[in-house]
């Protein structure tokens, strides 16, 4: 058994990025698409809308607000269960176990054609993560395996918040290491 065997989620994450677009949008979840979550499952990841679409028009155009994309939406998604918590006074379970069933269903099933879903594994140095951590990463999955989307173009302001989440993981694994 090796580390393509092994998956963590941040579909929670790219739910909540999603659903955060979709609000703005005035729009529902399903017209939102190639949303990625990039790092840690932290207040360092990157919800990166700059490959979303809403309408099968960039997110970017449609939102037409690029300080609130980075900003405001950026804290959303990273702090929405604490602000669940908050609110509510409980979890976010019901959401937490509705997208483990969805990236499990994803990891087996596949993702639907032309789609991609946010799935953190075990980096092999795409877009210039740290080979070993496990990270965030925009995936395409058929039938129990995944690949990392290619090709993509990240942004000065991406790469830079991608070196912060992939530095958090960095430092992690080498307290981790410490113990053993």
């Not at 037409?64 to 980075?70: K, R, S």
Request: aromatic share 6%; proline share 4%.
């Amino acid at each position: 058994m090796g580390p393509e065997n092994f998956t963590a989620m941040t579909r929670l994450d790219h739910n909540r990025a999603t659903a955060q677009l979709a609000i703005k949008a005035g729009v529902t979840p399903r017209d939102v698409s190639g949303m990625v979550i990039w790092g840690n499952h932290s207040p360092t990841m990157v919800p990166d809308t700059e490959h979303a679409l809403i309408h099968c028009l960039p997110a970017v155009d449609v939102i037409g607000d690029a300080a609130w994309l980075q900003g405001e939406f950026c804290t959303k998604v990273a702090t929405r269960g604490k602000a669940i918590i908050t609110a509510r006074g409980q979890s976010s379970a019901k959401s937490a176990a509705h997208a483990a069933i969805e990236h499990v269903s994803d990891w087996i099933r596949g993702t639907p054609s032309g789609t991609w879903t946010s799935m953190a594994i075990r980096s092999d140095g795409s877009y210039g993560a740290p080979e070993g951590i496990v990270t965030s990463f925009p995936v395409v999955c058929t039938g129990g395996g995944y690949r990392v989307v290619t090709g993509l173009t990240c942004s000065d302001w991406v790469k830079e918040k991608q070196a912060a989440t992939w530095a958090e993981l960095e430092a992690e694994r080498e307290s981790v290491q410490d113990l053993l």
